[in-house]
């Protein structure tokens, strides 16, 4: 069965330095996909990143990075030079499989919140 | 941009009456999905449907229905409404069955609270 962990329920972090929110999954499909999510105190889920199990480079959106480690199963999300307004909910979540009119199903970690001080 | 719209930021119902949720995105997605999202559980699937009039049961479908008649419009029923079920409800949506790097785009959430 395909699984995602995310074991940090809450973190902080200073103002302007970086931070890693840690994800790790588990899948017997040899093709997936992993996405994070930042979901502020509004409720709001907004997409930050997508990375490909058969994509030979890390992906990387503006401040956001992805820390793939395939052979480990993780896909930690790095955050660097963070903000007051990075302070949120963050979700990890895998595409659950290749069946076709499945593809589009996403499973989702617990969450991770972060808090950054000033 | 996506938008997904929900009709209602807050909701306060009663024990055993039947609750509608509604859910619209305007960019012509073929898949719809509806979540709850509880404390320490993050999103559970409740049903999707990845075409008009199709659906699919998620991970914890019980106690609740949907309704797909037009593509842009995806309907969470909660037939007997129960206090397990106060919780954020969110609706998605994504372009295509076939996945791959496609997010799922969000409405803003309805929190919904049965007394």
């Known amino acids: 069965a395909q699984k995602i962990t995310q074991t940090q329920p809450g973190m902080f972090v200073q103002e302007k330095e970086a931070v890693t929110l840690d994800c790790t999954y588990d899948t017997s499909d040899p093709s997936y996909g992993l996405f994070w999510y930042k979901q502020p105190s509004s409720g709001e889920m907004i997409f930050l990143i997508y990375?490909?199990?058969?994509?030979?480079q890390n992906a990387t959106e503006g401040r956001y990075s992805l820390n793939f480690q395939k052979a480990r199963k993780s896909a930690n999300l790095v955050i660097s030079a963070s903000q007051l307004g990075d302070s949120a909910m963050y979700f990890c979540?895998?595409?659950?499989?290749?069946?076709?009119?499945?593809?589009?199903?996403?499973?989702f970690g617990q969450g991770t919140e972060l808090s950054v001080k000033p | 941009d996506v938008k997904v719209t929900q009709s209602s930021r807050y909701l306060v119902k009663r024990t055993g009456e039947k609750v509608f949720l509604e859910c619209v995105q305007d960019?012509?997605?073929?898949?719809m999905f509806w979540y709850r999202q509880d404390p320490g559980l993050g999103l559970r699937l409740i049903y999707f449907?990845?075409?008009?009039?199709?659906?699919e049961k998620g991970d914890i479908p019980e106690g609740y229905s949907v309704s797909r008649e037009k593509k842009e419009r995806f309907s969470l029923i909660l037939e007997s409404a129960s206090t397990n079920q106060t919780s954020m409800y969110l609706c998605?949506?994504?372009?295509?069955?076939?996945?791959?790097?496609?997010?799922?785009?969000f409405g803003d959430g309805t929190r919904l609270s049965i007394l």
């Open positions: 960019m012509d997605h073929e898949n």
């Open positions: 990375q490909g199990s058969y994509d030979q």
């Open positions: 449907s990845y075409d008009v009039k199709m659906k």
């Open positions: 998605a949506s994504s372009l295509t069955r076939a996945g791959g790097n496609q997010p799922q785009h």
């Open positions: 979540a895998m595409r659950r499989t290749r069946i076709y009119n499945q593809g589009g199903k996403l499973i």
